[in-house]
């Protein structure tokens, strides 16, 4: 590119932009007559909502009740308290190692980690890897704390080494 055209371009270009910098100033056109004052807006007619009072008020949630005057609103704290049975848990490996990980009903877990459980547990439960040993896990749930084993699938049993070398082979 040669140095004609660049000197354009650069013109050009700043050009534009010193032209953008004083778009918003706008000066009136000579003769032209100055705005006229605008007054305050007055509002006419104002919207309201009555409700009877034996109607449910449409904010609030579907089967909600106001409470009566004087009625104390006590509110549950505690969940119920739920026993684990420790055949919910099935642990068919153990990775003894840094990390260590454990396979609890077909997925993998580490030590701390919440174990999910299915949506249909009657209380939700937060019960937690607390341990993984050689062969065991130990699970914790508030106050209690239960160790589950490794469960080896059985292996088939094969047929006895006799029929396996029989003569025909």
Do not use: C
Request: aromatic residues 8%; proline residues 7%.
């Amino acid at each position: 590119m040669n140095a004609t055209i660049r000197a354009l371009l650069t013109t050009a270009a700043s050009a534009t932009f010193f032209g953008s910098l004083h778009a918003g100033e706008t000066k009136p056109a000579p003769g032209a007559k100055a705005p006229e004052e605008v007054g305050t807006y007055e509002l006419k007619k104002k919207s309201t909502f009555t409700l009877a009072s034996t109607r449910r008020a449409p904010f609030w949630p579907i089967g909600w009740v106001k409470p009566a005057k004087g009625e104390v609103h006590t509110e549950i704290t505690q969940a119920p308290k739920a026993k684990l049975d420790e055949n919910a848990f099935n642990v068919t490996s153990i990775l003894v190692g840094n990390p260590s990980l454990a396979v609890i009903n077909a997925r993998a877990y580490s030590e701390g980690e919440f174990i999910r459980l299915p949506k249909s547990s009657a209380p939700p439960m937060k019960v937690r890897v607390q341990q993984i040993g050689d062969g065991t896990v130990t699970l914790s749930y508030e106050k209690q704390t239960f160790t589950i084993s490794l469960k080896r699938q059985e292996l088939v049993a094969h047929k006895a080494d006799e029929d396996l070398l029989t003569q025909d082979r």
